[in-house]
T-cell receptor
Framework: GAVVSQHPSRVICKSGTSVKIECRSLDFQATTMFWYRQFPKQSLMLMATSNEGSKATYEQGVEKDKFLINHASLTLSTLTVTSAHPEDSSFYIC????????????FGSGTRLTVV | GNSVTQMEGPVTLSEEAFLTINCTYTATGYPSLFWYVQYPGEGLQLLLKATKADDKGSNKGFEATYRKETTSFHLEKGSVQVSDSAVYFCALSGDQAGTALIFGKGTTLSVSS
């Protein structure tokens, strides 16, 4: 089946530094990638949608200069949290759709970001 | 806009009990409906889905029927196991290609032996 590999699974960084999270589709072409964040014991909140080769579309309230999304190829999308602060600590999950058939959403395994 | 309303948790059951987690939705057009499961510290796994009215999705003993007349997609399992303890999310996607899933708030299920 379709697989999305997300790395790293966990990362701890110092406040003020930047962190890059990668999502790779291993066996299909991800034409669209969605990035979500999840606070403890809460639901997934959509941050942005990116289509390969285009600028990402951000949801209201999400700072595009803080959460940089790149989707330069059909198999790789990255989310960079710039100048991270403790309030950015969260669980980030990517989800891809593409050449996987109707209604196919494949999720990465998530990245636990802790900013200290 | 589209939205998903899911019953509040947590749900605590004994092993072999019957499970129902209610999910209703608001959507324009003809959305697809999904149930995802999340185990502690992990990402989401697709449990089942239905793409049109009256479809029944089923997997691992779980099932849900797409009811357009009641705009519902309730999750059921006849006999839960301890290993079913997890968070369950109901979700919908719009009927246009490339739209994001919209999730309910999630329901935590705890099954004790």
């Amino acid at each position: 089946g379709a697989v999305v590999s997300q790395h790293p699974s966990r990362v701890i960084c110092k406040s003020g530094t930047s962190v890059k999270i990668e999502c790779r589709s291993l066996d299909f072409q991800a034409t669209t990638m969605f990035w979500y964040r999840q606070f403890p014991k809460q639901s997934l909140m959509l941050m942005a949608t990116s289509n390969e080769g285009s600028k990402a579309t951000y949801e209201q309230g999400v700072e595009k200069d803080k959460f940089l999304i790149n989707h330069a190829s059909l198999t790789l999308s990255t989310l960079t949290v710039t100048s991270a602060h403790p309030e950015d600590s969260s669980f980030y999950i990517c989800s891809a759709t593409g050449t996987v058939g109707a209604g196919g959403y494949t999720f990465g395994s998530g990245t636990r970001l802790t900013v200290v | 806009g589209n939205s998903v309303t899911q019953m509040e948790g947590p749900v605590t059951l004994s092993e072999e009990a019957f499970l129902t987690i209610n999910c209703t939705y608001t959507a324009t057009g003809y959305p697809s409906l999904f149930w995802y499961v999340q185990y502690p510290g992990e990402g989401l796994q697709l449990l089942l889905k239905a793409t049109k009215a009256d479809d029944k999705g089923s997997n691992k003993g779980f099932e849900a029927t797409y009811r357009k007349e009641t705009t519902s997609f309730h999750l059921e399992k006849g006999s839960v196991q301890v290993s079913d303890s997890a968070v369950y999310f109901c979700a919908l996607s719009g009927d246009q290609a490339g739209t994001a899933l919209i999730f309910g708030k999630g329901t935590t299920l705890s099954v004790s032996s």
